[in-house]
């Protein structure tokens, strides 16, 4: 049984950094992509990164280009997203989702059809 479980989140200050894991286990890890979703209150759940557990390619939604890095360690079946120059508007819970990678990642991430595991979510407050 597939099962992703997520940890590091916690309130951080404007500026500020976090790191979120998320530790997948019950399945293949290969031919897999594996995102970071959040959704704030009100308002949708939204892909914000990617990456493919087969070749590392990633992808990142343009509001987070440049602060924040998804990345793996594939003997450990956990994938990182390290958040900096965190902003308020950065506030959400952050889910960690997997689907088989049968498209590229710019097809897939943004819609989180393409993911048929969850995991729980952690919770991530900016604020000063």
């Known amino acids: 049984q597939l099962q992703l479980v997520e940890s590091g989140g916690g309130l951080v200050q404007p500026g500020g950094s976090l790191r979120l894991s998320c530790a997948a286990s019950g399945f293949t890890w290969r031919y897999y992509a594996i995102g970071w979703f959040r959704q704030a209150p009100a308002k949708e759940r939204e892909g914000v990164s990617c990456i493919s ?58 819609s989180e059809r393409a993911f048929a595991s969850w995991g729980q979510g952690t919770q991530v407050t900016v604020s000063s």
Do not use: H, W
């Not at 997203?81 to 997997?98: F, G, H, R, V, W």
């Open 53 to 110: 557990s087969t070749d590392g390619s990633t992808y990142y939604t343009g509001s987070v280009k440049g602060r924040f890095t998804i990345s793996r360690d594939n003997a450990k079946n956990t994938v990182y997203l390290q958040m900096n120059s965190l902003k308020p508007e950065d506030t959400a819970i952050y889910y960690c989702a997997a689907g088989r990678k049968m498209t590229t990642l710019q097809d897939m991430c943004p």
